[in-house]
């Protein structure tokens, strides 16, 4: 007998998948949902569990996490940080929304530099009528989240907490990394070139709004936006993706697939500026 977890996130995949899949194709999406969310956080999974209503937020996270893969490409050291998870560690300020996933990729570039680019990503998966509402709230976590850390980083206004957050970024980086086979990532070598800057940083985010039902929607959904900084010195680089039902059901096949270039040229399609922001 399927759990309420299983079960919930197949009759979710029922309802968006197209008509002629094979049971044996949502029964390997189910399993591959439920290992992407264990590999981000175990506390992700239990809310899931616990909750009908929390599969939602797994969708999103999950969806969210392999576009953010997508565009990183493979083979780079990548740290998926559950913010849930890290919410008093880092700081979070009173009043203020946090976003879903920060997500830590160090690269040595060809000529020896070294540098760290630093996502933070944002997930709802919703039904059209709470589209405008979900897309809103997604917008504010995200600003919340990327303010905080942007500010926390820029080099020629060191914040009184630079160094806090320096040292924890390093730590979680240490924490949660995985290497993809790359076998050239030095963690101990890293921990240092992030708590004396001694690499380059860029920092964005998305906020990613999935669209699931229903399929046959009328109105146009798939949008791309940036995000404006309402607060803080710092300039912020956010998009806002808004992928309707049909393309949320694509991607749902791609994540299946890992077919990341059919996933690029959807979101180019769609209106994304470019993939340039990865080192």
Request: aromatic share 6%; charged share 20%.
């Amino acid at each position: 007998r399927d759990t309420l977890l299983v079960s919930t996130v197949k009759e979710r995949l029922a309802a968006i998948r197209p008509s002629d899949t094979a049971p044996a194709t949502i029964d390997t999406l189910v399993t591959k949902f439920q290992n992407i969310a264990n590999a981000i956080s175990g506390g992700l999974i239990l809310k899931a569990a616990r909750r009908a209503n929390n599969t939602s937020e797994l969708f999103g996270i999950a969806l969210s996490r392999y576009i953010v893969e997508s565009e990183l490409g493979p083979n780079r050291p990548v740290a998926w940080c559950f913010l849930d998870d890290y919410s008093q560690w880092l700081g979070k300020k009173e009043g203020a929304n946090i976003a879903d996933l920060l997500v830590l990729a160090p690269i040595s570039k060809p000529d020896g530099t070294k540098h760290l680019d630093i996502i933070v990503t944002e997930a709802k998966f919703v039904a059209y009528d709470s589209l405008a509402s979900s897309a809103t709230t997604s917008s504010k976590q995200l600003l919340d989240t990327l303010s905080q850390i942007s500010e926390a980083l820029i080099p020629n206004e060191t914040a009184i907490d630079q160094q806090v957050w320096l040292a924890r970024l390093s730590d979680m980086l240490i924490a949660r990394a995985t290497t993809a086979g790359n076998s050239a990532f030095d963690p101990e070598e890293w921990r240092a070139l992030i708590r004396q800057r001694g690499c380059t940083f860029r920092v964005w985010g998305y906020s990613h709004v999935f669209v699931h039902t229903p399929i046959d929607t009328p109105a146009p959904v798939s949008t791309v936006k940036g995000i404006a900084a309402s607060k803080g010195s710092a300039k912020l680089d956010g998009l806002q993706e808004v992928f309707g039902p049909e393309q949320t059901r694509q991607l749902i096949l791609q994540l299946l697939a890992g077919d990341h270039e059919a996933t690029r040229k959807l979101r180019t399609s769609n209106g994304h500026p470019g993939f340039n922001r990865a080192a």
